[in-house]
């Protein structure tokens, strides 16, 4: 019986959605490439954005401007290099995905625990 209204459910929106077409087209590596390297030269800009940074360039004599300025000079190695430093950093580096994961498995366990005793 169950199975039979959904089964018909299925049949009903297979007929009343729309289908979308995908089209498909190759990705050059020279578009991944560029896209990579904006993304890190984005993460440099946006760390010399952030007041405690430009708290210590400025203690250190280097206006906030002049840095971004060479940062746009820098060779996409020396950018590709610099973020990932500020990515290895502990307070600058991002959760991983396998991160997310057990942060995620804690939390679910924790709930479980505490709602089934």
């Not at 297979?14 to 990705?27: T, W, Y």
């Not at 020279?30 to 890190?40: G, R």
């Not at 401007?65 to 020396?78: F, G, H, L, Q």
């Amino acid at each position: 019986m169950f199975t039979r209204i959904i089964s018909r459910i299925l049949i009903v929106a297979m007929f009343a959605l729309p289908f979308q077409s995908v089209h498909a087209g190759m990705i050059g590596t020279d578009q991944i490439v560029l896209s990579s390297v904006q993304a890190d030269r984005d993460l440099v800009t946006q760390s010399l954005d952030r007041p405690d940074v430009a708290r210590q360039l400025q203690g250190m004599g280097i206006d906030a401007s002049v840095a971004k300025e060479r940062v746009a000079a820098m060779t996409d190695e020396e950018v590709r290099s610099l973020a990932g430093q500020i990515n290895s950093a502990p307070a600058g580096a991002r959760v991983s995905n396998g991160g997310w994961v057990v942060i995620i498995g804690l939390i679910a366990w924790a709930v479980w625990y505490y709602t089934a005793k």
